[in-house]
């Protein structure tokens, strides 16, 4: 674990609204140097504190106007590799999101789709064939809201 200061939340708190922002841009607007600023950058980064720079994408815009998540139950746990699960379910383009998770499901997947048709085809010609499904639940995104990290 990573040890960050007051300016480090501050650095993290405004890459996490625009990773775009340079390091001289974000110098300017915390009073640092573009060098200091660039060099905390760094550190997060080696330091593992920032994982990944992304796009953040309009699916709807793209097209894709439902978002489903599903809640899946394998049924033959112990005959079906988790591995295997996984490196199938994540070959579909469609599942954005594959957490394993503890409880009433296994798996909690987000998977995209550009209708209910749409989606009712991957459900079920690429979800429902892989190995090992069994209960499947759905819920239709209808809104969603990002909130701010605990930074």
């Known amino acids: 674990m990573i040890e960050i200061d007051a300016t480090d939340r501050a650095i993290l708190r405004a890459l996490t609204e625009d990773a775009r ?40 815009a793209l097209g894709f106007g439902v978002t489903v998540f599903l809640g899946i139950s394998l049924a033959a746990k112990g005959r079906v590799s988790l591995s295997d699960f996984e490196r199938a379910v994540s070959a579909i383009p469609e599942v954005q999101t594959v957490q394993h998770v503890l409880g009433l ?11 209910l048709s749409d989606f009712e085809r991957v459900l079920r ?18 809104s969603e809201e990002r909130l701010a990290g605990p930074l």
């Not at 499901?105 to 209708?115: Q, T």
Request: net charge positive.
């Open 21 to 60: 922002l340079s390091a001289s841009a974000l110098g300017r607007r915390l009073g640092l140097s573009q060098p200091a600023t660039w060099r905390r950058i760094k550190r997060l980064r080696d330091g593992g504190a920032i994982a990944h720079t992304r796009a953040d994408l309009d699916l709807a």
């Open 105 to 115: 499901y296994d798996y909690r997947l987000r998977v995209v789709a550009r209708d």
């Open 125 to 142: 010609r690429r979800i429902m064939t892989l190995p090992g499904v069994g209960a499947v639940d759905a819920n239709v995104l209808l």
